[in-house]
């Protein structure tokens, strides 16, 4: 069974405090995600990386950093914690397979995050 | 226009029911096609793959028609425990890097 393993699953922050956000996954994924999912909007995708130190910017990645330095383990990292920060955070694993292109991500647990 | 688009709903139907749900997405080059099944407060799991000839697993049948950009899922003899919100996904990337979300539909199986 994939595993993907998420750190925490509820954390609390204050205003301005530095977070970091694990996520660790078993099966040699060459694809790793961060979503956040709010009421109405649905998942958004933060960042993903494809390999080892690489990454690209999903479609919400202001305030948002990243770290990919082994293949197993993919950080989210807010620089500077706000409320509008405040969120269910997702990470996901998939894997690239050229002979199976139906290939899904596979999700973490969660990690619900509020800022105060 | 977004995406990925599915029904609103919430959709409440009895025990026993047949439920269809729909999707659209905009982005002809989509490779691959799922639904995922998300309960309240946990994070989505793979229902099932969705692919060019349809399928079906149990009571659950997906179909996909690549040339309208359209896909569903049928539940039949609906139970309690398929309550949950559903989700439409696409992937766009060539190497499954780039999944697509709608924002999913609410069903809740009443008794």
């Known amino acids: 069974d994939v595993k993907v393993t998420q750190s925490s699953r509820y954390l609390v922050k204050r205003t301005g405090e530095k977070v970091f956000l694990e996520c660790v996954q078993d099966?040699?994924?060459?694809?790793m995600f961060w979503y956040r999912q709010d009421p109405g909007l649905g998942l958004r995708l933060i960042y993903f990386?494809?390999?080892?130190?690489?990454?690209e910017k999903g479609d919400i990645p202001e305030g948002y950093s990243v770290s990919r330095e082994k293949k197993e383990r993919f950080s989210l990292i807010l620089e500077s914690a706000s409320t509008n920060q405040t969120s269910m955070y997702l990470c996901?694993?998939?894997?690239?397979?050229?002979?199976?292109?139906?290939?899904?991500?596979?999700f973490g647990q969660g990690t619900r995050l509020t800022v105060v | 226009r977004k995406e990925v688009e599915q029904d609103p709903g919430p959709f409440n139907v009895p025990e026993g029911a047949t439920v269809a749900f729909n999707c659209t997405y905009s982005?002809?080059?989509?490779?691959?096609f799922f639904w995922y099944r998300q309960d309240c407060r946990k994070e989505p799991k793979l229902l099932m793959s969705v692919y060019s000839s349809g399928n079906e697993d149990g009571r659950f049948t997906a179909q996909l028609n690549r040339a309208s950009q359209y896909i569903s899922l049928l539940i039949r003899d609906s139970k309690l425990s398929d309550s949950a919100t559903y989700l439409c996904v696409v992937n766009i990337g060539n190497y499954g890097q780039n999944f697509v979300f709608g924002p999913g539909t609410r069903l809740s199986v009443l008794p």
């Open positions: 990386s494809y390999d080892v130190k690489m990454k």
């Open positions: 982005n002809s080059a989509s490779q691959s």
């Open positions: 996901a694993s998939s894997s690239v397979l050229v002979d199976r292109p139906n290939t899904e991500a596979f």
């Open positions: 099966m040699d994924h060459e694809n």
